[in-house]
Nanobody, 124 residues
Framework: QVQLVESGGGPVQAGDSLRLSCTAS?????????MAWFRQAPGKEREFVAA????????GYADSVKGRFISSRYNAKDTAYLQMNDLNPDDTAVYYC????????????????WGQGTQVTVSS
């Protein structure tokens, strides 16, 4: 059974940094051609944040986080990361890790597996 588990969320102040982790189990990590992060703020639809390809050679980001967030993956540890810098209150949301067996970093790929989410709260 495939499982994605996020960690690293919490309350922070504007301008702070956080690193989210997503650890996968249940199938070979490198079979996930794309790992991605999405977020959902209260009262809003879930939105794409970032994605990274099989061995990290390609990444994609939402315009709202470009230049502040960095997506990475460490295949030997079955883990993907989202480094979030210069956080602001608009980044407050539940962050979800997702994995797909399809290639692409646009965020429009069909994601096969999802984590339960981790809350990030940024206060001003």
């Amino acid at each position: 059974q495939v499982q994605l588990v996020e960690s690293g969320g919490g309350p922070v102040q504007a301008g702070d940094s956080l690193r989210l982790s997503c650890t996968a189990s249940g199938r070979p990590f490198m079979s996930y051609l794309t790992m991605a992060w999405f977020r959902q703020a209260p009262g809003k639809e879930r939105e794409f944040v970032a994605a990274i390809s099989w061995v990290g050679e390609r990444t994609g980001y939402a315009d709202s986080v470009k230049g502040r967030f960095i997506s990475s993956r460490y295949n030997a540890k079955d883990t993907a990361y989202l480094q979030m810098n210069d956080l602001n209150p608009d980044d407050t949301a539940v962050y979800y890790c997702a994995a797909t067996l399809h290639a692409g970093v646009s965020g429009f790929e069909p994601f096969d597996y999802w984590g339960q989410g981790t809350q990030v709260t940024v206060s001003s």
